[in-house]
């Protein structure tokens, strides 16, 4: 029975090599890598955190069992493997990674805010060239881009290893939302996304809101699926939670354990947190995963999306600051990405400024986070499934994300440890960069793990068991505020 599966798998593995191969035929892309022998071909992965502030590409070769962190080029920087999360837009509609100086342009932020904003992509962006161009079109050009350079970057880099072979693309897109709560119309928006930016960048045109309009049109009416898209169908595109991904990048990583874990992804606009347990696959499983050895399981237990990141903190400081004493120009100017930690805001204090107002900030968004952090961990100990046996297992506590450096968070999660409302022995885990990823800058591994563990076929990543089906059963979470309940810094 299990060889008849596996001829069965393989045909049609064989078949849909052929449908791709057929498929690419004659488009200007697959002509440039048109192999002599269909069946030399490579898999790879491309993995896209498209992050509020950063974007992140780790490209996964499941032959080789290394993934490549994709470092961006720009003008007048080093080469790095975050690229700023913003779009030009020319007069004419074009667009671009960075400023076109031959015509006005205009510089458009808040991309992933905006379609989460709208989850069906329709927020509308006034870009000062005139064009009025929607969260989902900004979105699109703009990941567009990011893969052209992408795979620009990696044939390059890779040119030599991939020379004669035909590559075979896969697409696994993060996306954020709690793993339980799906959000089905942005998860639905996602995917569009994913498709319609994949196919403008196999396109040999430029960049451009008409473009990428005809595109989007083409992709929504399920239109010229096969023809441009450069072998890429709906099957070969993946929208994960990023929070899964951090945990596959992490179970992926040589610091990996099994056992139980919370996970907090400080990023730009939300913090993600989940707890999960991780375990190597049964010895006996059946898996059909080539050229890879683990299997892992992960049963996500519960996870919990929140909009208090790290832009949002300094964000909300700003706000304070400036209704105090500082233009909103100078505050931004004064604290760049990086939020006013408190000895910034001695600083300020000491040249006269009423800062006061901006540290409560930074105690609400810590106490905000601690709590939530310690709902989390109640529910997975005692709500979920009373009577578990990993109840008393240590919590591995795996933080990753730009902002898991920032004070309010550091606090936090010091506080939740130190709380008698959780008594598992806390087991913080000290990440380093992975043998298996190539990096081109010194990037710290914690902003690049959503990345990394997108960069992986979903038939090599494991098992994910999502709990979904088991009902909560007394903790009914309060959306209430929370900030109201904690002490002052005074006291802590
Ligand atoms: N060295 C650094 N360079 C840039 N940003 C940093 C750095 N250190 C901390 N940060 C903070 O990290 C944030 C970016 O983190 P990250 O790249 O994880 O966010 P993101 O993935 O874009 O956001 P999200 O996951 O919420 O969409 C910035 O907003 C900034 O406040
Ligand atoms: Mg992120």
């Known amino acids: 029975m299990a060889r008849i599966a596996s001829v069965v798998l393989s045909w049609i593995s064989e078949w849909r090599r052929w449908r791709r191969w057929k498929a690419g035929q004659g488009s200007e892309s697959s002509a440039r890598t048109q192999p002599v022998d269909v069946l030399e071909e490579r898999e790879l992965v491309m993995g896209l955190d498209f992050g509020t502030a950063y974007t992140k590409v780790v490209v996964g070769d499941a032959v080789e069992a290394k993934q490549f962190a994709i470092a961006f080029t720009r003008t007048g920087a080093e080469p790095a493997s975050y690229l700023p999360t913003c779009l030009y837009i020319d007069r004419a509609g074009k667009m671009g990674l960075s400023d076109m100086p031959s015509h006005s342009t205009s510089c458009l932020r808040d991309l992933k805010n905006r379609l989460v904003d709208s ?20 979105c699109t050009g703009y990941l567009a881009l990011v893969i052209r350079e992408a795979k620009r970057h990696f044939a390059a880099l890779r040119a030599d290893v991939y020379q004669g072979l035909r590559l075979v693309w896969q697409l696994n897109l993060g996306i954020p939302t709690a793993h339980d709560t799906a959000d089905e119309e942005l998860e639905a928006t996602y995917r569009v996304l994913a498709m319609a930016s994949w196919r403008v960048a196999m396109k040999s045109e430029l960049v451009s809101v008409g473009n990428v309009r005809s595109t989007l049109a ?81 049963a996500i237990l519960e996870s919990k999306l929140l909009y208090l990141g790290a832009e949002s903190w300094r964000d909300e400081q700003v706000g ?57 961990l109640e ?78 076929r979903r038939d090599v990543i494991g098992r994910i068991h999502m709990k979904r089906e088991i009902a909560d059963i007394s903790l009914v979470e309060r959306d209430d505020d929370v900030r109201d309940r904690f002490v002052g810094p005074e006291q802590v």
């Open 119 to 138: 989850p069906d992509g329709s927020h509308v962006f006034a870009a000062a060239s005139g064009n009025s161009v929607t969260a989902l079109e900004v």
């Open 218 to 298: 083409a992709v929504q009416h399920g239109s010229g699926e096969r023809e441009d898209d450069g072998g890429l169908s709906a099957e070969d595109i993946e929208v994960i939670p990023e929070v899964v991904a951090s945990a596959v990048g992490y179970s992926r990583s040589d610091v990996r354990e099994d056992g139980l874990h919370l996970l907090i992804d400080v990023g730009a606009l939300t913090v993600d947190m989940a707890t999960f347990r991780l375990k190597a696959a049964d010895e006996d499983l059946d898996s059909d995963a080539p050229d890879e050895d683990v299997d892992d399981k992960y």
């Open 320 to 376: 304070k600051i400036t209704g105090d004493s500082l233009t909103a120009r100078r505050a931004r100017a004064l604290m760049g990405q990086f939020g006013i930690e408190d000895a910034v805001l001695r600083k300020l204090a000491h040249q006269g400024l009423n800062v006061e107002a901006a540290a409560t900030v930074s105690i609400s968004y810590r106490n905000q986070c601690c709590e939530w952090i310690l709902r989390l």
């Open 379 to 456: 529910r997975t100990l005692r709500s979920r499934d009373p009577g578990a046996h990993y109840t008393l297992e240590p919590i591995r506590v795996v933080v990753v994300g730009g902002g898991s450096t920032l004070e309010p968070y550091r606090i936090a999660i010091r506080h939740a440890r130190l709380s008698e409302r959780v008594t598992n022995e806390w087991q913080p885990v000290e990440l380093e960069t992975p043998s298996s990823l190539v990096l081109e800058d010194g990037a710290a591994y914690a902003r690049l793990a959503v990345a990394h563990g997108l960069g992986y």
